[in-house]
């Protein structure tokens, strides 16, 4: 029992290095998760003795060896499953965190193990150990996350933090432009809302801190920009934005009385977030009005002082700061950025002092202002991205409307990889699919060895096999194609029946990677895969499930298979994955039904097997579905038994509400669904009307995009066409 827990830790630190070689490593927020590769590789060749050793195992050594795993496996789930746009600063507060308790955990196994070596026979080479040792120790935790936690220690002290760190900071995460602030503010807003909602009070807390120090980035940035001049003259704080800290070109007014430069609050509110940034009021609404007095004062300003606002300005919002010019109109120009105003305060002494003096005033009053927390009145986190539908729509162009993030996602997309050690091939050959070719029947051999591996009746092996295909097929279109020319793909649709669940885990996730590639597609189709991936939906592990459900949505991108498909079990399988999946799962599930969809015949299957049900429940925009939900209802809302279903299950209310609150994307498909629900039953046109859908109908005809406009009025004009309808029969 006791070698079973080393040897599942060597296999979680083989695991978790496998992962990070599949990631970019090298951004400033996952050098953490890197420098945890580093220590892992250390421990791993001390624990493969331990392993192969016959000393005795004692308690303390085992308590580290369990923590350990514990931790590296919490520091694998978060890298597979971290949001696509996360808080760059909860990112490295994470990683480092994560990697630091690494540290001190192996430091715990390399401690128990010099322990036991000077008490038994173990014949490990001590120098390993030592060594071991020696370089954990001077493993430390990385600058930025220092720093962080150093200003956010000012900050509850109401102590001003260092300008220079601030800096630091910035530069460090890449947080130097006025749009990536506002995409670290969004993050963590949301991060915030989702820890309120889990009632992880001390959690919340923590993220508004992290806020607070956020806006004083932007803070300091502005003033450093502001050094900037035009044609001599200072741009006044009042004509730029709070968010955007650029000259204003459109600017408007949100319900707290406050005014922002349009695409910029825009997309704050494109993201769910319902308060108001500069002073955290909820938003009774989200109607933008155009602030044409300050528009105005602009205008005049920038008469005045002979600056031009150009055409192509306008459509693309400037930035700040801007070199001192004088004599001929200037045109505003995006040619400057923050990194160099950086260079010119750090050379004057007296502005930096300036920015300083500037810095502790404003921190005095946010820290005042923001003192008090504010009730958020949480309307939804949306994804913007999902897809759109209607009769009058191309298949094709419904398809590419589509775009769920889900496992099949995230293995199309390579980063950049890391050295690690692999049996076959070389990180050279992987990155250079040129490499493999020039290597001729070698290389040819070892492929063809690895598909007669995953015929081995070994588990051992045939995990190893498909392991490496798994990779090798991640890569690149060469690589998947050479793999098949060998005949891989009919061992890898035996291995599905596999019941062993890593060999299975394997077969199903290299089988997704080589379906990138179209003909691939059709040989793992013929060789008679949707029974066992359906087989994998129901009975796989976690990831399993997730790879089978991503390579059915990767078969039925082509046409006959959506047929094949919808006429097997995989309907009911892929609904049961999408309402009792992990949110992955949910997502892959979600993405291979909207597919299925598009053929008329499959929907009416899957309203069968009670996907209404649970997409309803996933309107929710607390669910993270709120947009392949409403997708996929959309579809469905063009039948009988669909619409039917969507009332039955009370959809009515939350697309209403979606139609509302939700993203751009999520309001043009909850329209197109209580269209195709008000046209075909007047009964369900009354509920709709019940419900209150007028109001924000009518907001969605003036400021939606082209295609909600159209639903809205449709509706609209539907609406008016049944009152005139009921009224000509009172008169008569």
């Known amino acids: 029992m006791d070698r079973e827990i080393i040897g599942g830790l060597i296999n979680s630190v083989s695991r978790y290095i496998h992962l990070a070689a599949c990631q970019n490593m090298k951004s400033a927020t996952m050098k953490g998760f890197g420098n945890m590769v580093g220590i892992l590789k250390l421990l791993k060749v001390v624990l493969d ?261 150009s055409d192509s300005i306008q459509s693309e919002i400037i930035s700040l700061p801007f070199s001192p010019t004088g004599g001929a109109p200037e045109e505003l120009s995006p040619g400057n950025s923050f990194r160099d105003s950086l260079h010119r305060v750090s050379s004057s002494r007296s502005s930096l002092e300036y920015v300083k003096s500037e810095e502790q005033s404003f921190f ?102 498909a392991s490496e295909l798994r990779l090798l097929a991640k890569n690149d279109k060469d690589n998947r194609n050479l793999i098949a020319e060998c005949g891989a793909i009919p061992p890898l649709v035996s291995l599905l029946y596999s019941k062993i669940k890593r060999v299975q885990e394997n077969a199903v996730t290299a089988l997704l990677n080589l379906s990138i590639n179209d003909n691939n597609k059709i040989l793992i189709a013929e060789a008679g895969a949707i029974e066992p991936l359906i087989q994998v939906l129901e009975s796989g592990n976690n990831e399993a499930k997730e790879n089978a459900a991503a390579t059915l949505f990767s078969l039925s991108v082509l046409e006959e298979y959506k047929i094949k498909i919808g006429r097997t079990n995989a309907v009911k399988a892929l609904v049961y994955l999408l309402g009792f999946g992990s949110l992955r799962g949910k997502k892959d599930a979600a993405a291979a039904l909207f597919n299925l969809s598009i053929y008329h015949e499959n929907k009416a299957r899957i309203v069968k097997a009670g996907a209404v049900k649970y997409l309803v429940e996933m309107l929710d925009p607390n669910t993270g579905m709120a947009d392949k939900s409403v997708a996929l209802l959309t579809n469905i809302s063009t039948i009988p038994e669909g619409r039917s279903a969507i009332a039955q299950e009370g959809g009515i209310p939350l697309l209403v509400d979606t139609m509302e609150t939700g993203s751009q994307r999520g309001k043009e498909n909850a329209a197109s669904a209580l269209y195709q629900l008000c046209i075909n039953s007047q009964k369900l046109c009354s509920i709709v009307l019940q419900e209150g859908a007028v109001p924000p109908l009518i907001a969605l005809s003036q400021f939606g995009t082209p295609r909600a406009k159209e639903k809205a009025q449709q509706i609209l004009s539907h609406f008016r066409s049944q009152r005139a309808g009921v009224m000509g029969k009172v008169k008569t």
């Open 364 to 465: 005095a009053k946010h820290h005042q202002l923001m003192s008090d927390k504010e009730v958020v009145q949480h309307c939804g986190l949306a994804n913007q991205q999902s897809c759109c539908h209607s009769k009058s729509e191309s298949i094709s162009s419904t398809i590419s409307s589509i775009d769920i993030p889900s496992k099949f996602d995230e293995k199309v997309s390579l980063s950049e990889e890391i050295n690690y050690t692999s049996p076959w091939p070389s990180k050279d050959q992987l990155n250079n699919p040129k490499n493999i070719h020039n290597n001729g029947t070698g290389t040819h051999a070892q492929v063809q060895k690895l598909v007669e591996d995953l015929k081995s009746r070994v588990s051992e092996v045939q995990t190893a096999a």
């Open 49 to 309: 003795e331990v392993l192969n050793s016959e000393m005795l195992i004692d308690e303390q050594l085992i308590e580290a060896a369990e923590k350990l795993d514990a931790m590296v496996n919490e520091a694998r789930e978060i890298m597979e499953r971290r949001p696509q746009r996360m808080s760059k600063i909860c990112s490295v507060l994470q990683t480092e965190s994560i990697m630091l308790k690494a540290r001190n955990f192996s430091l715990e196994i390399c401690d128990a193990l010099s322990k036991l070596q000077e008490s038994s026979s173990f014949s490990s080479n001590s120098s390993s150990i030592q060594q071991c040792m020696q370089e954990l120790q001077s493993v430390e935790q990385g600058q930025t996350s220092e720093l962080i936690e150093i200003a956010l220690k000012d900050e509850c002290e109401i102590v001003t933090p260092s300008l220079e760190d601030i800096l630091k900071i910035m530069e460090n995460l890449g947080l130097t432009s006025n749009r990536e602030l506002l995409m670290e503010s969004i993050a963590l807003e949301k991060e915030r809302i989702r820890a309120e909602l889990k009632k992880k009070t001390e959690y919340s807390d923590h993220i508004y801190q992290i806020i607070r120090l956020v806006s004083h980035f932007r803070h300091c940035m502005a003033n450093i920009e502001q050094l900037g001049f035009l044609n001599g003259k200072p741009i006044p704080s009042y004509f730029r934005c709070p968010l955007s800290l650029e000259l204003m070109v459109d600017p408007v007014i949100v319900a707290s009385g406050q005014t922002y430069e349009r695409s910029f609050i825009q997309k704050w509110l494109d993201n769910g977030l319902r308060i108001c940034p500069n002073t955290r009021q909820p938003l009774d609404h989200i109607n933008l009005i155009q602030n044409f007095t300050v528009k105005a004062l602009i205008a005049n300003w920038c008469e005045e002082n002979n600056i031009k606002l």
